[in-house]
T-cell receptor, first 116, second 114 residues
Framework: AQKVTQAQTEISVVEKEDVTLDCVYE???????LFWYKQPPSGELVFLIR??????QNEISGRYSWNFQKSTSSFNFTITASQVVDSAVYFC?????????????FGTGTSLTVIP | EPEVTQTPSHQVTQMGQEVILRCVPI?????FYWYRQILGQKVEFLVS????????KSEIFDDQFSVERPDGSNFTLKIRSTKLEDSAMYFC????????????FGDGTRLSIL
């Protein structure tokens, strides 16, 4: 079973529109960590945010915001007033505290295209 | 800002040959990782390394793979006898002194097996 599901494979929006990228996770651990990474066309993975399972407070960073809801096992990512530079593949990832290897379980990614 | 560096950026190798991918993690990090990403697919965990030994490995990381930290700065991934299906982007990552901190990724090495 997939530990992280990103159901949206591709999304296209027109510049300045808001867009929400969905992430649903599955874990039996009570302590876990969720992450979002951005992979622009150049290929590198850029860390965006980390959230632990005990902190359900939503976070805003500029045009980015994250909505963590344990009740639905979701950690969604919203970009407000999208820009062309936001075009990238976005990955959600899960790390479980009981996992000695600290490995990340990545979702399959959502490819976002922002059209000028 | 410190970063993870990987060399080479692109490696082309004949099938059956050995290849070594090199990484220099962030200097004060203690946890090191290798992931791979087959073109257009998700990022998959290969191995994690802590305190000079493998702490976890996936089923992908079979006997053809090995990792080494030969000195205080480098972290290498060796594939002994490459197969066509090893063609992928390989990412090295490192994280700090506590578990489950954000992993900082290098820019990746694109491995092409001919």
């Amino acid at each position: 079973a997939q530990k992280v599901t990103q159901a949206q494979t591709e999304i296209s929006v027109v510049e300045k529109e808001d867009v929400t990228l969905d992430c649903v996770y599955e874990t039996r651990d009570t302590t876990y960590y969720l992450f979002w990474y951005k992979q622009p066309p150049s290929g590198e993975l850029v860390f965006l945010i980390r959230r632990n399972s005990f902190d359900e407070q939503n976070e805003i960073s500029g045009r980015y915001s994250w909505n963590f809801q344990k009740s639905t096992s979701s950690f969604n990512f919203t970009i407000t007033a999208s820009q062309v530079v936001d075009s990238a593949v976005y990955f959600c990832a899960l790390s479980e505290a009981l996992n000695t290897g600290n490995q990340f379980y990545f979702g399959t990614g959502t490819s976002l295209t922002v059209i000028p | 800002e410190p970063e993870v560096t990987q060399t080479p950026s692109h490696q082309v190798t004949q099938m059956g040959q050995e290849v070594i991918l090199r990484c220099v993690p962030i200097s004060n990090h203690l946890y090191f990782y290798w992931y791979r990403q087959i073109l257009g697919q998700k990022v998959e965990f290969l191995v994690s390394f802590y305190n000079n030994e493998i702490s976890e490995k996936s089923e992908i990381f079979d006997d053809q793979f090995s990792v080494e930290r030969p000195d205080g700065s480098n972290f290498t991934l060796k594939i002994r006898s490459t197969k066509l299906e090893d063609s992928a982007m390989y990412f090295c990552a490192s994280s700090g002194r506590q578990a489950n901190q954000p992993q900082h990724f290098g820019d990746g090495t694109r491995l092409s097996i001919l």
